[in-house]
């Protein structure tokens, strides 16, 4: 059983910075996938990132270039570095984690991000 908390999310001008933590209890954190998706209002929700257990980086094209997702399995976080944000960025953010035959997922309660002037 995992357990995922995210946070650090908030208000953001268009061009500022975030970062996103998902915290995890549990055991065997290092061996999840970690995926970061966001659903914004009248939206489907989306995948944005992801980190395999062996520390693989994968993004959707949209935050390419300005999205950075790292873990640190010591204090079983994966971290989200939001740089160049948009006022299309603006969504619920949410981590999910994955055991490695896929056969078992986790969601965290999500947190807002808010892109505007």
């Known amino acids: 059983q995992v357990q995922l908390v995210e946070s650090g999310g908030g208000l953001v001008q268009p061009g500022g910075s975030l970062r996103l933590s998902c915290a995890a209890s549990?055991?065997?954190?290092?061996?999840?996938?970690i995926f970061w998706y966001r659903q914004a209002p009248g939206k489907q929700r989306e995948w944005v990132a992801s980190?395999?257990?062996?520390?693989?980086?994968y993004y959707t094209d949209s935050v390419k270039g300005r999205f950075t997702i790292s873990r640190d399995n010591a204090k079983n976080t994966v971290d989200l570095q939001m740089n160049s944000l948009k006022p299309e960025d603006t969504a619920v953010y949410s981590c999910n984690a994955r055991n490695p035959s896929m056969t078992r997922a986790y969601w965290g309660q999500g947190t807002q991000v808010t892109v505007s002037s």
């Open positions: 980190i395999s257990s062996s520390g693989s980086t």
């Open positions: 549990g055991n065997a954190f290092s061996i999840y996938a």
